[in-house]
């Protein structure tokens, strides 16, 4: 099945010895910058200690893609901007963690035990919805208590059978007025997708595969799996649409990209293309942009939605791309690409490239596009070597 949130392995800092970590910043046009941290931790827990050492990884900032990376916290989960750029937003398996842009002290937001998927911001600014693994369900948040306002089953009042699912990428998402939320929800036989309202109200389920048909006579209690799973929804720019994948779990299933009209309760495919990210939305509301593998190559690619007419932007780069990051000015993209973060034009054109000794991951766009936040994770190969 496909599955809800963000899951990665989170690592704390276990070494009270200095650490020295190494990193290649490179501009276009310009000499590559070797920077070396060396980093000392007195006491293994010593809070602010801020730069993560080369074989722990973690969340990282980089102001400008003229400046230095700098380290926030230790656990390599997906970071995600507050609309006004002040604060960062990442769920772990301890909850859902934020941290002001400027700060190096994480404040653990969840006052009850719970394992977070990655979070969306409200567009006020004022709450944060997420995926909470262990209660399989949905939970908005108060930003600046932790306080919940809402909690809802992902599982349907229809579904059989519980959840099976763990938290993987994506996760739900907010309509671009703030009224509505999009969320995978569960019928029992594989995962859909619902939205409600942002108080709780009118849940409604807005895809429907149906589950496979037993040919061997089973009795109808038994668990049927659904031939395929949609993905995590993103908005269209007027909030009339939403964009989702549809991923296969039997051949002949439905896959690929899918644009679901609210109103009319219709869906239409746009691409075959499965996507291995989150789906992004131009501003005009004409194109959208994910990575997804062809021919055992990953790129990111734009497609356009009145011609299904799909633009590899980055078939420039050696090792291909995934998780795209779309620039708030829609000039440029950000994509990870074989442990590096690569910023280029729509047109192909490398901009910068972050390098480490770790696997830089998810990156995301500060709203003003000034700067970049990414995962790093630890890249076992490139440390043994």
Request: glycine share 10%; proline share 6%.
């Amino acid at each position: 099945m496909f599955l809800h949130g963000i899951g990665l392995a989170w690592q704390r800092r276990s070494e009270s010895e200095p650490e020295r970590s190494e990193l290649w910043f490179t501009q276009v046009n310009g000499p590559a910058v070797r920077v070396i941290f060396v980093l000392t931790c007195a006491i293994a827990t010593l809070h602010g200690c801020t730069q993560a050492s080369v074989d722990q990884g973690g969340i990282s900032v980089l102001d400008s893609l003229e400046g230095t990376p700098r380290w926030i916290d230790t656990a390599p989960a997906a970071p995600v901007w507050s609309p006004d750029g002040e604060v960062i937003a990442w769920g772990t398996e301890d909850g859902l963690y934020v941290s002001p842009g400027k700060s190096s002290d994480p404040e653990l937001l969840t006052t009850e035990i719970s394992v977070a998927g990655r979070p969306a911001w409200s567009p006020d600014g004022r709450r944060l919805v997420f995926v909470d693994e262990i209660r399989s369900s949905l939970v908005v948040i108060d930003s600046a208590s932790g306080h919940r306002t809402l909690e809802l089953e992902l599982a349907s009042d229809r579904a059989k059978f519980p959840s099976i699912g763990t938290l993987t990428f994506g996760g739900p998402a907010w309509s671009p007025d703030g009224s509505q939320i999009a969320f995978n929800c569960w019928d029992g036989a594989g995962d859909e997708l619902c939205v409600v309202r942002a108080d709780g109200g009118n849940e409604r389920q807005v895809t429907q595969i149906d589950p496979a048909r037993s040919t061997s006579g089973a009795p109808e209690q038994e668990f049927s799996a659904a031939p395929a799973n949609v993905g995590p929804a993103s908005w269209s720019p007027d909030g009339s649409y939403l964009a989702v994948a549809a991923y296969p779990e039997q051949r002949g299933a439905a896959s690929g990209v899918f644009i679901v009209d609210l109103e009319r309760g219709s869906a239409r495919r746009v691409s075959s293309l499965v996507p291995n990210s989150e789906i992004l939305w131009f501003g005009d509301g004409d194109s959208l942009l994910f990575t997804a593998s062809e021919k055992g190559r990953s790129d990111a690619w734009r497609c356009w939605l009145d011609s299904s007419v799909l633009e590899n932007l980055t078939m420039g780069l050696e090792s291909g791309a995934r998780e795209p990051a779309l620039a708030p000015d829609e000039s440029q993209i950000a994509v990870s690409s074989r442990g590096k973060i690569i910023v280029q034009s729509l047109e192909g054109v490398v901009k910068a490239a972050m390098d480490s000794h770790h696997y830089g991951r998810f990156p995301a766009w500060k709203p003003n596009g000034d700067g970049l936040a990414f995962a790093a994770e630890p890249d076992v190969v490139r440390n043994f070597v």
